[in-house]
């Protein structure tokens, strides 16, 4: 599997923006649909957004849509979350996830990373 590593959460006030960052490793990283996920606290992890191997589809949760951004860099083995106007619903864990090839469900995430937080002060 391809191992993932989370990066660039921390505290920022509402209405102001972060960019998360997944480095990933140990496998052919252009061959996987990437997507991130989030879990706040007492709450189920929920989907974000998610993007395809050539970074020719993109979809986003109805949360995040016209503010988060996900996008890939396949040379630098590379995905992104950019996140502007958060608000005090965006505070959360945020996970990186990698599926093989086409996804069918979300289910098909099999690689996860261990998160980074992101916490929007009032």
């Known amino acids: 599997q391809v191992q993932l590593v989370e990066s660039g959460g921390g505290l920022v006030q509402a209405g102001g923006s972060l960019r998360l960052s997944c480095a990933a490793s140990g496998r052919t990283f252009s061959d996987y649909t990437m997507g991130w996920f989030r879990q706040a606290p007492g709450k189920e992890r929920e989907f974000v957004a998610r993007?395809?191997?050539?970074?020719?589809?993109?979809y986003y949760a109805d949360s995040v849509k016209g503010r988060f951004t996900i996008s890939r860099d396949n040379a630098k083995n590379t995905a992104y979350l950019q996140m502007i106007s958060l608000n005090p619903e965006d505070p959360a864990v945020y996970y990186c996830?990698?599926?093989?090839?086409?996804?069918?469900?979300?289910?098909?995430?099999?690689?996860w990373g261990q998160g980074t937080q992101v916490t929007v002060s009032s």
């Open positions: 993007i395809s191997w050539s970074g020719g589809s993109k």
């Open positions: 996830a990698a599926a093989r090839g086409s996804i069918s469900s979300l289910r098909d995430f099999a690689s």
